[in-house]
């Protein structure tokens, strides 16, 4: 399990988000040093990512970018244009 972030600590929570970013074609050794702004819905009208912080929050323009690679592991930001 994760420690928790120190500010929901006493929660018992977690932040984390989700985000979707559909790529045509998966190239792993591509991927570090880009950025993506998924803007698409999807058909069932949820956004393209949210933030789970003490309540599910919409993210409707992020900007992911990937940062670094190690193995199977990327690090990546996400960021809102808004």
Known sequence: ????AAD???LDATPKVEVRVDLPALVPNQLVGRTYRPTNR???GDPP???DYMDRQELAEPV???LARDGNVFVVRESQLS
């Open 1 to 4: 399990m994760r420690p928790a």
């Open 8 to 10: 929901t600590e006493e």
């Open 42 to 44: 999807e058909p069932n």
């Open 49 to 51: 990512g949210f933030l």
């Open 64 to 66: 992911i970018q990937v």
